[in-house]
């Protein structure tokens, strides 16, 4: 049974550093044609990727938010974690790990979903 | 202002047949699989279609996916009160080198 486990509710002050860590389960970040992305909403919004981590550890990032975003993993330990610097309120949101079907080197689609976790960015 | 272009909403009578649109250009929905979730009120999205039209098991056949182009369409048919939910298209994005999403489509049932 695949799972995905984010954690929970967050409250992160204007400028700090975000932290988050996605626990899998039921697969392997080391399997081929596998990754992990994170995806955010903002209540009341749209669906927004972030960034993604392959099985041969291949990063890719928004173009919108690069500078301020790290993904990596542990598979040892079955943990994807994304970094964003320099919290803002409009980074406000309910963010999302999520297991990816990669389609010839790039995202396909997204199977499996965590429960979310809501960030809250207030001082 | 999202890459791909869903309408904001749409609506139904149970039993109807309803389409959902969603508009890109020739580096996402012109080259890559398109994919739609389906998200209700407080829960995660959830994959309804992938590859354009493939179903995951358990979604059932009154979801129907297809691609033409540069644009892509969900519809379901024999709408149903449980299909009220947000709906979202989704494709990767050559130039961007990333994944983009619609906007999202509100569907009400009637």
């Known amino acids: 049974q695949v799972t995905l486990q984010e954690p929970g509710p967050v409250l992160v002050k204007p400028t700090e550093t975000l932290t988050l860590t996605c626990t899998v389960s039921?697969?392997?970040?080391?399997?081929?044609?596998?990754?992990v992305s994170w995806i955010r909403q903002p209540p009341g919004k749209a669906l927004e990727w972030l960034a993604h981590i392959s099985s041969n550890d291949e990063r890719s990032y928004s173009t919108s938010l690069k500078r301020r975003l790290t993904i990596s993993k542990d598979t040892s330990k079955s943990q994807v974690v994304l970094t964003m610097t320099n919290m803002d309120p409009v980074d406000t949101a309910t963010y999302y790990c999520a297991r990816i079907r990669v389609v010839q080197g790039v995202i396909g689609w997204a199977d499996y979903w965590g429960q979310g976790t809501l960030v809250t960015v207030s001082s | 202002q999202s890459v791909l272009t869903q309408p904001p909403s749409a609506s139904g009578t149970p039993g109807q047949r309803v389409s959902i649109s969603c508009s890109g250009s020739r580096f996402n929905i012109g080259g890559n699989a398109v994919d739609w979730y389906q998200q209700v009120p407080g829960a995660a999205p959830k994959l309804l279609i992938y590859?354009?039209?493939q179903r995951p098991s358990g979604v059932p056949d009154r979801f129907f996916g297809s691609r033409s182009g540069t644009s892509a369409s969900l519809a379901i048919s024999g709408l149903q009160s449980e299909d009220e939910a947000d709906y979202y298209c989704a494709a990767w994005d050559d130039s961007l080198n990333g994944w983009v999403f619609g906007g999202g489509t509100k569907l009400t049932v009637l």
């Open positions: 039921g697969f392997s970040l080391s399997k081929t044609r596998l990754g």
């Open positions: 590859n354009n039209n």
